[in-house]
């Protein structure tokens, strides 16, 4: 699955670090590093680590996009 | 039928049935394609892009794609919607013909349009030296396979790196080779790392960090050649106070060039600060007269912003890119006086040295800077900037809560000094100047501009008066 975090938007509150520890990283006090293509196994800890987020700053693709990678 | 029934008829069928061209497959060319589709455009879609990759994610690169965390070919972007786009990716654009409505592609392709948008961003500039770039073991670092090759070479482990260029990704890459424990030699031309972004007042609390962390800092230098063994792979760098620094890995952060080289002869606004617009992103033509099928959103546009006293900005923010798009999208399908504006209060982070730095506003139109927060011996505080009496930005280390309230006042046009914010307030509020340097000056070049219009390269066309 692919995730991006609006990173202007993260306050560091580390919701995300508590409920998908190995996917979001705090590197220091409150700068969040994460694994922007975590395995699908772990779609369920995503989801809820989006869902208690609160500024909503975790983004999770919509749609599969596999289009584009194949015509080159 | 009435000329209002007329137009309103051409945007329904444009929007049914028009050809939409977006070059630049980045962030901004994503977030702008799934914006058109959203807005219901049901035309043809086309997307032009120079790396062979599906859009990515820039912001991991230089850190956890560098760490060594995550494989560089995991910052695929997200996909909100399917955009049912004619993809056209390892392919760059190479000519506008503005009277054909026509982009010319590398393979000499032609792709008509009926509106465009450019987002074409901008790329790392390269060492200047092509013999001593092309040495194996320098690296710059903005795309995809610049971030894998010089992971694996910091994988190896380097005996040192020298890092050349201590803005935003320069102090990156130091930071990660601190964490592999790697030592590290950054070469700074200006007086402190982030000078160019946030001034001298916080570039010495960078220095600080830096010099924490173990990084051989050497400020107010510059790097005049770098060596390689016989092999052809790079040894040593010499700097231009005579002294060397033995190092096999060198990365040149010296900023980024705007990728405005392919608009030559087509007439628009475009040059080295990349093209101009206006504020809902429809691009300028040289005159400065707003075109009506060519839009520009991300890293290349450069629009008046109302906060900023109308000057140009050209921002490297991803923000910027994401709400760049979406405006400059809603505007190619709609009419006046349906048009957005795209007036964004600017603002970026950068995680370094385990510090997290953000930041509102444009820093470097400021002159004045005031501790507002916290506590600068503990390396967690929030800044403002004051220009003529008002705030203008406002910089947080490891106080990123905070910047909303920054951010307020801000586009308020709010007081400098600005009022308490009531809670955790330093003994000394003292303004005291912000020490940018004077931008005549090369340092790391800054990623916010404030570009003005230089009349010495006279590509307007001025009216001569008739009487």
Known sequence: ?72 | MTLRATVAELVREFRASGRIVIVGASLAGLRAAETLREEGFTGSLTIIGDEPYEPYDRPPLSKQVLKGWVPADHTKLPRMREVDADWRLGVAATGLDRATKRVRLADGEQVPYDRLLIATGTRARQWPNPTEAALQGVHTIRSRDDAEQLQKALAEPPSRVVVIGAGFIGSEVASVCRELGIPVTVVERGSAPLVGALGGVIGEIAAQIQRDHGVDLRCGLGVSSLEGDSGGHVRRAHLSDGTTVDADVVVASLGSIRNVEWLEGSGLAAGFWGVGCDAGGRAFDINGVVTDSIYVAGDVARAPHVLYEYQFLAMEHWDNAVLGAEVAAHNMVNLEPHYRPHLLLPGFWSGQFGVNIKSVGVPPFGDEIVFTQGSVEERRFAAAYGHRGRIVAAVTFDHGKWLEYYGKLIEQSGPFPPPPPGWDQPPDMKPMPAEFPDPRVPTAVPDVVLTGHAPSERTAEFRPRRH
């Open chain 1, 1 to 72: 699955m692919r995730i991006v975090v609006d990173l202007n938007r993260c306050q560091g509150y580390a919701q995300c670090v508590y409920l998908a520890h190995e996917v979001f990283r705090l590197n220091g006090q409150e700068a969040l590093t994460y694994e922007p293509n975590p395995d699908d196994e772990r779609r369920l800890q995503v989801e809820r680590a989006a869902a208690a987020c609160p500024v909503q700053a975790i983004v999770i693709a919509r749609v599969d996009g596999a289009e584009g990678s194949a015509t080159s």
